[in-house]
T-cell receptor
Framework: GAVVSQHPSRVICKSGTSVKIECRSL??????MFWYRQFPKQSLMLMAT?????????EQGVEKDKFLINHASLTLSTLTVTSAHPEDSSFYIC?????????????FGQGTRLTVV | GEDVEQSLFLSVREGDSSVINCTYT??????LYWYKQEPGAGLQLLTY?????DMKQDQRLTVLLNKKDKHLSLRIADTQTGDSAIYFC???????????FGAGTRLAVHP
């Protein structure tokens, strides 16, 4: 089946620095990828929809200047958390659908646990 | 707006059946999904059902959909300790569209 790979799986950074998270579709091309954030013991909240070759669509309340999304190719989307603060510590997960499989199944990356100290 | 609700916790004895329930509000949902998340890991799709179906069975998993009541359930037969995880119900229209997730049900399997 289709695979979505996320990197890194875990990152610790200092307050004020920026962190980049990569999401790759390994065996299919994804024109659209989704970035979710998950707080402890809570559900996944969609942050933004990443569109290849165009600007991302952000959900209400998500700061686009803080969470920069770049979908530069059909297999890679990146999320950069800029000027990270401890409240940005969370589990970030990306997903993509395989158009060859009718876009029915959303494949998820393994997630990135960000800790800002 | 769109909303998906699940009970937060379920405890079962090993070998028994588990039933995890979910309700949703968006009647236009085309697909309904069940995902499994183990500690510190991403989401693994277990199964999904198209909205014009009322049941789908896949080995130990049975999904029941009551579209009238907007109720979805996941039954796990012969529950094992390896089934302990958080199970998320999600709904979506399919295509390049986002999924709406429930809060997740934590399944604990005890001997």
């Amino acid at each position: 089946g289709a695979v979505v790979s996320q990197h890194p799986s875990r990152v610790i950074c200092k307050s004020g620095t920026s962190v980049k998270i990569e999401c790759r579709s390994l065996d299919f091309q994804a024109t659209t990828m989704f970035w979710y954030r998950q707080f402890p013991k809570q559900s996944l909240m969609l942050m933004a929809t990443s569109n290849e070759g165009s600007k991302a669509t952000y959900e209400q309340g998500v700061e686009k200047d803080k969470f920069l999304i770049n979908h530069a190719s059909l297999t890679l989307s990146t999320l950069t958390v800029t000027s990270a603060h401890p409240e940005d510590s969370s589990f970030y997960i990306c997903s993509a659908r395989n158009p060859q499989e009718g876009n029915t199944e959303a494949f998820f990356g393994q997630g990135t646990r960000l800790t800002v100290v | 707006g769109e909303d998906v609700e699940q009970s937060l916790f379920l405890s079962v004895r090993e070998g028994d059946s588990s039933v995890i329930n979910c309700t949703y509000t968006d009647s236009s949902s085309t697909y309904l999904y069940w995902y499994k998340q183990e500690p510190g890991a991403g989401l693994q799709l277990l199964t999904y059902i198209f909205s014009n179906m009322d049941m789908k069975q896949d080995q130990r998993l049975t999904v029941l959909l009551n579209k009238k009541d907007k109720h979805l359930s996941l039954r796990i037969a012969d529950t094992q300790t390896g089934d302990s995880a958080i199970y998320f119900c999600a709904e979506g229209p399919g295509g390049y569209n986002k999924l709406i997730f429930g809060a997740g049900t934590r399944l604990a399997v005890h001997p």
